[in-house]
């Protein structure tokens, strides 16, 4: 599965919890009413963000541009992702974002999970960007021969339920910059990360601890900056809402109303598009 991120904040002049709220409820009632979205998205995650907090419970910075949402798509593909007329025609006229935002394109590797894991729930993701002095090569093998056997050992029994590494899916960057001329994704900063570590914890405390405990923290620091550009990189605090999911075992979701085309959603969806006034025939 490829993971296409989706990194923004709230849109000038507006607020955090008006973004969260369309974020939420009506950007997700668009999309679980789209069937072309529900065809192609098989799992999608929102994590609500707080860049607030302070950098004292933080081992890398605070994300420069006040990153408020870590949108996950999932796909089958990368060319799955190409543009649907009706996805775009519902979402477009629905703006409630920033157009700064970063885009990656992710191949997610899980490396420790707890027996008794379950999605959702408070998790650090961390940006990583790699020295400059290492390669791509040396940077994975650094990462995950050194710094995951690190992170899990001392994070175990302090709260940590699951850790994933996610490396970039190559892209042929050229034609995917041009693919975004004139749409949303137009002033987004594409693919510029190395990667992203994903860790899942039992509590807020648990995953401020990591920065906060001075033990915890130099352990995590010393690992990263074996590797990593840590002025670089940042990190992200957030709750994890897992909306749908129809590919991880125990905790698949039903399939949507829209995609059973004796159902009202499907119904009202087919006969509602269009939603223009009647033009005479030029």
Request: aromatic share 12%; glycine share 4%.
């Amino acid at each position: 599965m490829i993971k296409f991120i989706i990194i923004t904040r709230h849109k000038p002049g507006t607020t955090r919890e008006r973004f969260f709220y369309e974020w939420a409820f009506i950007h997700v009632s668009l999309m679980v009413h789209t069937a072309s979205s529900m065809r192609r998205f098989k799992r999608y995650v929102q994590h609500f963000v707080n860049p607030d907090i302070a950098n004292q419970f933080r081992v890398l910075p605070r994300p420069p541009m006040d990153w408020e949402n870590y949108a996950e798509h999932w796909l089958e593909r990368f060319e799955a992702y190409g543009p649907a007329p009706d996805y775009a025609e519902l979402m477009r006229p629905h703006s409630f974002s920033d157009s700064a935002m970063e885009i990656a394109y992710l191949e997610g590797q899980m490396l420790y999970q707890r027996d008794d894991f379950r999605s959702g729930g408070v998790k650090l993701i961390h940006r990583l960007v790699r020295r400059h002095d290492l390669s791509s090569a040396e940077f994975q093998r650094h990462w995950r021969d050194a710094h995951v056997p690190a992170v899990v050992e001392a994070l175990r029994d302090k709260g940590l339920r699951k850790y994933e590494l996610n490396l970039p899916h190559e892209i042929d960057l050229a034609a995917l910059k041009a693919s975004r001329k004139g749409t949303l994704f137009d002033q987004a900063d594409v693919a510029s990360a190395d990667g992203f570590e994903e860790m899942w914890f039992d509590s807020l405390d648990d995953a401020l601890r990591v920065g906060s405990d001075q033990a915890l923290r130099q352990t995590f620091r010393a690992s990263l900056e074996t590797f990593v550009d840590v002025e670089r990189s940042y990190s992200l605090l957030a709750n994890e809402r897992v909306v749908i999911d129809f590919v991880t075992p125990g905790e698949m979701t039903p399939q949507p109303a829209v995609l059973d085309e004796s159902s009202l959603e499907a119904k009202l969806f087919s006969t509602g598009r269009p939603y223009h006034e009647p033009r005479p025939k030029e």
